[in-house]
DNA sequence: CGTGAAACCGTCGCCCC
DNA sequence: GGGGCGACGGTTTCACG
């Protein structure tokens, strides 16, 4: 199933939606070059295969009162397979923290958090992150202005490549 | 416009359209307690205050060839407000390149960035970034795997937050 | 993949509170 | 001011060729 190679119009779909996920089944197959039932059905196959995760709207956290955005590194004393899970569990479960990576190098984690005012993150990293058993050290840095925030992937690169290995 | 207060419904709404952006608008008047043409009023009203600014579909990056993720701490020499727009402009034509963060502390900004592989990445990184004028640093790191990746904001907590201040 | 038809939805005007 | 009701046009989503 994730085997399934994608036709140029499968990746224009995907690039379509990705830009504008609101877009009516009509208008988007009018964009790929074909009707909208089978694009309805590409659509969908896209769905269930995984290509397509989900659908979601891209809120304002600034004026939606979010307007503190930091980045952590955090490093943990084990990195024993079990430690590294229990890490990521308690993660997921921490509202502020919106993503989390692992890393390679030095540092282990790189968790992403948003929060409403300096103090309510203040509150979380001193009694949640900091206080979580496993973690040795947690470097923290304010984002002071955003420049680039694009969501996904970007589609031209993967056409260039097409081209390339063609 | 942007100091105009956002009651539960709107939150409601807010957070529905976050979670899952392509639900109808009968579906979500259903969801936030009101009737459709209400809904769609305020979803419009909500679109054009900014407090959405878009709808995305969101893409499985690794099932879509896109293999590699790097988080990018970049070092300027100059940080001067025009050198700073000038880097940050340059992050904005990189595709590559998907976020760009001004931090305060020792690194000047941090890239999350996506590629096919890893050469792809590394002609990127020792051709555009370390190239590019101004940069005095660059630190990579790989993401081996990722644990954690919502999207948006944590409305739950706003919604805590509500109740303190109320 | 395209065509046609039926059910549903987005959208508007109007009335009500 | 915002919410509900009804109707039109467009869309989604079938079955079928």
Known sequence: MSG?????????????LQADGRMTNVELARRVGISAP??????????????IKGYHADVDARELGFEVQVFAMVGL???????????????????????CH?????VDFILKCVAPDLSTFQSFLTEDLLRAENVASVKTSLVIRGA???????????EERM???A
Chains 1, 2 share one sequence.
């Open 163 to 165: 081209m390339r290995t």
């Open 102 to 106: 692992m890393l390679n190098g030095e």
């Open 4 to 16: 399934t190679r994608l036709d140029p119009i499968d990746r224009k779909i995907l690039a379509e």
């Open 38 to 51: 089978p694009c309805l059905r590409r659509v969908r196959t896209l769905e269930e295969a995984g290509y």
């Open 148 to 158: 680039k925030d694009d969501p996904g992937v970007p589609f031209e690169v993967l």
């Open 77 to 99: 004393q084990s990195q024993a397979e079990a430690d590294l899970v229990t890490f990521e569990n308690r993660c997921r479960a921490w509202p502020l923290v919106r993503e």
